[in-house]
């Protein structure tokens, strides 16, 4: 049984339909990702597997259990975090403050969380009580990651942790999402880097106009030449 299957998902903004019977699984200990060009529906499909997109059709099963158009806050209950693109930390809170906000349904002690966190990203160690706001894009990042986490969370949707940021806090973000994995956390990914996310990735799913174009192993869609030409640059 997957960890996560959205099945013939159909969903949208208003009167306006962006998705059309999208269907992608995640099984445990994967990282699968959603690439495709922009205004495809990949951040859509992320917000409404998480609920924050009305499905109109269609079914998000999780650890066996539906969550179709379930509040939030009951998603994230179950272990399943969500990482916005943008907006994803409180700028005036410091860094220590923000992973408190990350364990706010807790009720117990999570203070060695936070020291986990620390550990996973030594760059938010050095100065916990700096406010976020000055942080830099990556480490903006992987703040809004290690918040996530907090949770303790089973699986992990990430939209774009790349966006905007330069070639060597790209690298640290990939290499602590692999990190993250490595400690039993499912991934699923949607990202601009596509070369970089589909090289550590299990699986890879291309979406088109709102629909499935293409799934396959990621090795697989990076040796893929219509694939490298349209989302690779070769």
Same mark, same amino acid.
């Given at each position: 049984m997957a960890l996560l299957e959205a099945r013939d998902i159909v969903?949208?903004?208003?009167?306006?339909?962006?998705?059309?019977?999208?269907?992608?699984?995640?099984?445990?200990?994967?990282?699968?990702?959603i690439i495709g060009p922009n205004g495809c529906g990949k951040s859509t499909l992320m917000k409404s597997v998480i609920g924050l997109v009305n499905v109109g059709s269609g079914s998000v099963m999780f650890r066996?259990?539906?969550?179709?158009?379930?509040?939030?806050?009951?998603?994230?209950?179950?272990?399943?975090?969500?990482?916005?693109?943008?907006?994803?930390?409180?700028?005036? =809170?410091?860094?220590? #403050? +923000?992973?408190?906000?990350?364990?706010?349904?807790?009720?117990?002690?999570y203070r060695a969380r936070i020291e986990e966190m620390f550990e996973i990203f030594p760059d938010l160690a050095d100065r916990p009580n700096r406010n976020a706001g000055s942080l830099s894009g990556?480490?903006?990042?992987?703040?809004?990651i290690a918040r996530a986490l907090m949770l303790d969370p089973v699986m992990l949707l990430l939209d774009e942790p790349s966006a905007g940021l330069s070639p060597l806090m790209m690298g640290s973000v990939f290499e602590r999402i692999r990190s993250v994995n490595s400690m039993g956390v499912s991934i699923l990914l949607v990202e601009q880097n596509a070369r970089e996310a589909l090289s550590m990735?299990?699986?890879?799913?291309? =979406?088109?106009?709102? #629909? +499935?174009?293409?799934?396959?192993?990621g090795p697989a869609l990076l040796d893929n030449p219509e694939i490298a030409r349209l989302y690779l640059g070769g």
């Open positions: 969903a949208g903004y208003g009167e306006t339909e962006i998705l059309h019977g999208v269907s992608i699984t995640v099984d445990t200990g994967e990282i699968v990702t066996g259990n539906e969550i179709s158009n379930m509040a939030p806050e009951q998603i994230v209950r179950s272990g399943l975090c969500y990482v916005p693109q943008t907006a994803n930390v409180f700028p005036s =809170l410091t860094i220590r #403050e +923000n992973l408190d906000m990350g364990a706010f349904i807790r009720k117990d002690d990556g480490q903006r990042q992987m703040l809004a990735s299990d699986r890879g799913y291309v =979406l088109s106009s709102g #629909e +499935n174009r293409l799934e396959d192993r």
